[in-house]
């Protein structure tokens, strides 16, 4: 019973920023990967930023958000947040939170319900 609440999204203006946040909850005792993907109107959903946690941690941002996302995380809080900066209308998407999250049913990926973000003058 692993759920993962997220909040951060809203309304922009091109060029601002928001900051996305995701808390992981339920009886976890380890996070293999954590990210935020996102599916804008009429595209297929695509990968914005992940952190594998495990065998020494790496982190991979989409082609598209490169220099302008970042992830960071907070351990003692199995929290997520999404740092969006330099927002453009393209970026306009419901931003998904995943987690790859163990417990006592094992190892599963796991699925915020989406925040909706919009950017727009």
């Known amino acids: 019973q692993v759920q993962l609440s997220e909040s951060g999204g809203g309304l922009v203006q091109p060029g601002g920023s928001l900051r996305l946040a995701c808390a992981a909850s339920?009886?976890?005792?380890?996070?293999?990967?954590m990210g935020w993907y996102r599916q804008a109107p009429g595209k297929q959903r695509e990968l914005v930023a992940v952190e594998v946690i495990v065998s020494g941690g790496t982190t991979t941002y989409g082609y598209s958000v490169q220099g302008r996302f970042t992830l960071s995380r907070d351990n003692s809080k199995n929290t997520l947040y999404l740092q969006m900066n330099s927002l453009k209308p393209e970026d306009t998407a419901v931003y998904y939170c995943?987690?790859?999250?163990?417990?006592?049913?094992?190892?599963?990926?796991?699925w915020g319900q989406g925040i909706q973000v919009t950017v727009s003058s």
């Open positions: 339920g009886s976890i005792y380890r996070l293999n990967a």
């Open positions: 995943n987690a790859d999250a163990c417990s006592g049913n094992g190892c599963h990926a796991h």
